[in-house]
């Protein structure tokens, strides 16, 4: 059952947090996998779950923050020093590195809590109602958010 859950659900969590995390690959998969890891543990105190979608996209939102306060900064320079080398996007095509980077810029261009209804409703393609439940807030809340996500990336690329 578990297996099942992880193969229907890994690559949207990976996305998500891919995207949450600017792009950086190595910690969207950590992320991914520290979601898992606590939703099995969670699943393994028989405790239930009534909407996976939801509570994955919970545990991994609650991941990426918990790893946002513990991130602190670390020099490239000092890194390489290190013998540390810079990974490359293998596997990604010069078109999706730019399409990547172009969603990243719309995103950040957009400040919480529209930024994360945006990306869930549009990039991760999950209902509002969903989104409520992860968030857990109002769907009313919630597509207020979406809507008004919306309307600051068309003022944005209006004013560029």
């Not at 543990?41 to 939102?61: S, W």
């Not at 810029?105 to 869930?120: F, G, K, M």
């Amino acid at each position: 059952m578990f297996l099942e859950i992880y193969e229907l659900y890994n690559d949207a969590i990976f996305r998500h947090c891919f995207f949450r995390v600017n792009c950086n690959r190595e910690r969207a998969e950590d992320l991914t996998q520290e979601t898992f890891i606590k939703t099995w543990d969670y699943l393994r105190k028989g405790k239930e779950i009534d909407n996976m979608q939801a509570f994955l996209y919970r545990v991994a939102n609650n991941c990426i923050i918990d790893s946002m306060r513990k991130k602190t900064p670390v020099s490239l320079d000092a890194l390489m020093e290190k013998g540390f080398d810079a990974p490359n996007t293998t596997g990604m095509t010069t078109e999706d590195t730019i399409e990547i980077s172009r969603i990243r810029d719309i995103l950040e261009n957009i400040e919480e809590p529209y930024r994360t209804a945006v990306a869930l409703r549009y990039i991760d393609d999950i209902s509002p109602k969903n989104i409520a439940l992860m968030l857990n807030e109002s769907e009313d809340t919630v597509s207020v958010r979406i809507h008004r996500g919306v309307q600051k990336i068309k003022k944005f690329y209006e004013q560029s």
